[in-house]
């Protein structure tokens, strides 16, 4: 899921819900209906999921939510306990060495602090061939 265009948490949640379920939610409803929407989809998806969120780096903390809150819910949230939800969560940037989500120590405990680089590439670039 590209989050380049989502600036806040709440855009980045509701682009992950649209990707899942067609459907976004309105400001009103919050994080907490967003993230109701994504398990109730989630629970129609195979029993491990995974997420692949690119452009992880256009989303920035915001004045209504904290990335560690967001994150925690992601990986850890009530919604998805109950629901018995199996889900991994990639993040990729092209920045990697200047993301800073300043993520809390309970959400770096769910998240596993191994790394895969790839070399930068272009156009056309096979990136097979030495």
């Known amino acids: 899921m590209?989050?380049?265009e989502c600036r806040t948490l709440f855009s980045a949640a509701n682009e992950i819900l649209f990707q899942l379920a067609d459907e976004k939610k309105?400001?009103?409803?919050?994080?907490d209906g967003?993230?109701?929407?994504?398990?109730?989809a989630l629970e129609a998806y195979p029993a491990w999921t995974v997420l692949v969120l690119d452009?992880?780096?256009?989303?920035?903390?915001?004045?209504n939510y904290?990335?560690?809150?967001?994150?925690?819910?992601?990986?850890?949230?009530?919604?998805?306990?109950q629901r018995g939800i199996n889900l991994s969560v990639w993040l990729v940037s092209n920045e990697l060495?200047?993301?800073?989500?300043?993520?809390?120590?309970?959400?770096?405990?769910?998240?596993?602090?191994?790394?895969?680089?790839?070399?930068?590439?272009?156009?056309g670039?096979?990136?097979?061939?030495?």
Request: charged share 30%.
């Open 26 to 31: 309105g400001a009103y409803e919050g994080l």
């Open 2 to 4: 590209n989050l380049k």
């Open 97 to 123: 060495l200047e993301v800073d989500l300043r993520l809390d120590s309970r959400v770096q405990s769910a998240m596993s602090d191994e790394a895969v680089f790839f070399p930068p590439y272009g156009e």
């Open 66 to 81: 904290d990335p560690s809150d967001f994150f925690y819910r992601l990986l850890r949230g009530e919604g998805k306990l």
């Open 125 to 130: 670039d096979t990136r097979g061939d030495p």
């Open 34 to 40: 967003v993230f109701e929407g994504t398990w109730a």
């Open 55 to 63: 452009e992880i780096d256009h989303v920035r903390q915001d004045t």
